[in-house]
């Protein structure tokens, strides 16, 4: 089995960044938000304060090991299991990257921290930053993605507006749209307005096509993505994947690899990943079903989950 290794994964290619190396500066699941479509569960640790929760000379002794072995990627994506802005030691991690590799640096956010100067400085190190804006307005915005009670909507947008002319790098903006929540017109021209003021480089349309946190989360049609999308004007495209998975057998056969693999021992993703070689989302969806259903269960030991199948 290949090194465990605690803050990277991958390389996993992602339809938004290519060949990425995942970097997991925050643990499971500490953000400032708690989004109805969140694939990862619900939100443990809902707050705005930043806090060395992962120390950056952890993350990039395996960086400098991971390369050393001849890793190749298209980028560096800063995320992980809840909010990366919430370390305070981004911008120290950021520049300790750059000077073991030139790979650029991604950060997905979900920008909540961007009206603040010191969470702006530290994203401007990166080349790319990956922002969220869901909604225009406060009601869908606290509809979908409920957040700490010190985050609004204005400072959400004022924030990104800020970044906007602070930072040179490039500012792809996702917007991930529910069926019925944010989809009618009135919605969308308020995401257009905001959007307007942001002046992002790129906006990209995504829809809840993963298993979600809450159920019931209603996906877009991709004829009605690319109606948005086309209203929204050329920055914007429809990063979402509608493709088919594997067939409902396979997945079957390989949900059971998994469920056969914790009923022997605990394991992380990391585990799971490499031992059954199945990309780290598709790990997540299974283990999050699992969970769901009740026959798996959690635990944290020395900062890394583990997951268990119930005896
Ligand atoms: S911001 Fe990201 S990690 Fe946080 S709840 Fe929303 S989707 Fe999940």
Not at 3 to 8: D, P, Q, R, T
Not at 102 to 117: C, E, F, S
Not at 248 to 262: F, Q, R, T, Y
């Amino acid at each position: 089995m290949a090194e465990e290794k605690k803050y990277l994964y991958g390389p996993v290619t992602s339809r938004r960044l290519g060949l990425s190396l995942g970097v997991d500066i925050v643990p499971f699941k500490v953000c400032t938000l708690d989004c109805i479509y969140c694939q990862l569960g619900g939100t443990t640790q809902k707050t705005t304060d930043r806090a060395e929760y992962v120390p950056p000379e952890a993350i990039l002794a395996e960086l400098r090991e991971t390369i050393a072995r001849g890793m190749k990627a298209d980028f560096i994506t800063i995320g992980g299991s809840g909010e990366p802005t919430l370390n305070s030691r981004l911008g120290e991690l950021i520049d300790g990257i750059k000077k073991i590799t030139d790979i650029p640096v991604a950060l997905l956010t979900n920008g909540t921290l961007l009206y603040r100067q010191d969470v702006r400085a530290d994203c401007a190190k990166a080349d790319v930053v990956l922002p969220s804006l869901d909604a225009g307005g406060k009601r869908v915005f606290e509809e979908i993605n409920c957040p700490h009670k010190d985050i609004l909507i204005e400072n959400l947008i004022s924030g990104l507006c800020d970044f906007r002319n602070e930072f040179a790098g490039q500012i792809w903006l996702e917007v991930l749209l529910i069926e019925g929540l944010n989809t009618d017109t009135g919605q969308i021209a308020k995401i257009k307005k905001a959007i307007e003021q942001v002046r992002p480089d790129k906006v990209q349309l995504n829809t809840a096509v993963r298993p979600t946190t809450q159920a019931g989360i209603k996906k877009v049609d991709p004829e009605k993505l690319e109606t948005i999308a086309a209203y929204l004007g050329e920055k914007c495209e429809v990063v979402a994947d509608f493709s088919p998975g594997p067939c409902h057998k396979h997945i079957e056969s390989k949900a059971e690899d998994v469920l056969s693999m914790l009923k022997r021992r605990p394991c992380s993703l990391n585990d799971i990943c490499s031992g059954l070689g199945i990309q780290r989302d598709e790990v997540l969806k299974y283990v999050t079903r699992f969970q769901q259903q009740g026959v798996v269960h959690s635990s944290e030991k020395d900062g890394i989950i583990f997951f268990k199948a119930m005896s």
